[in-house]
């Protein structure tokens, strides 16, 4: 197909194995949202737990290191707005207003199942939201300088 002046040729850079990362994590959560449910596969996104940036090879590839969850889900716990304890209870940080919880379809009640082998990633995914609410409290109180 040739080139038109709208058109260019680029490198990507794909994660090798995500397909069968998301194939596995769709069986393991039955096709659903693992948080609320939702069970349209076009809206669906294999999330890894601890980023895939940081991990290693035989983290990038472990099932344990996955969740299942909405568009919406994942880009709130991507972001650090939301994350789990170690039951799987929902933590919801205080940068989402209350009254914003019913547009984000977020409920204070809702948790995951969160077994022992997942506990390491979601420990490590917690520490990274606490460097970077940390980091944002240091650049606020500079710029109030």
Same mark, same amino acid.
């Given at each position: 197909m040739p080139l038109t002046a709208d058109d260019r040729y680029v490198v990507a850079k794909a994660r090798i194995g995500q397909l069968t990362f998301r194939k596995r994590l769709i069986e393991k959560y039955n096709g659903a949202c693992c948080l609320c449910g939702l069970n349209f596969p076009q809206l669906l996104v294999a999330s890894h737990i601890k980023p895939w940036a940081?991990?290693? %090879?035989?983290?990038?590839? /472990?099932?344990?290191?996955? #969740?299942?969850?909405?568009?919406?889900? /994942?880009? #709130?716990?991507?972001?650090?707005?939301?994350?789990?304890?170690?039951?799987?209870?929902?933590?919801?940080?205080?940068?989402?207003?209350?009254? /914003?919880? %019913?547009?984000?379809?977020?409920d204070e009640n809702m948790r995951i199942t969160l077994i022992k082998e997942m506990r390491g990633y979601m420990l490590a995914h917690r520490r990274m939201a606490l460097g970077k609410k940390t980091l944002e409290v240091i650049r606020l109180s500079m710029s109030i300088k």
């Open positions: 940081y991990c290693n %090879p035989i983290e990038k590839a /472990d099932i344990h290191n996955g #969740l299942l969850l909405c568009r919406n889900h /994942d880009a #709130l716990f991507a972001q650090h707005l939301i994350n789990f304890d170690t039951k799987g209870k929902i933590i919801i940080y205080e940068t989402i207003a209350r009254t /914003d919880y %019913p547009k984000l379809f977020l």
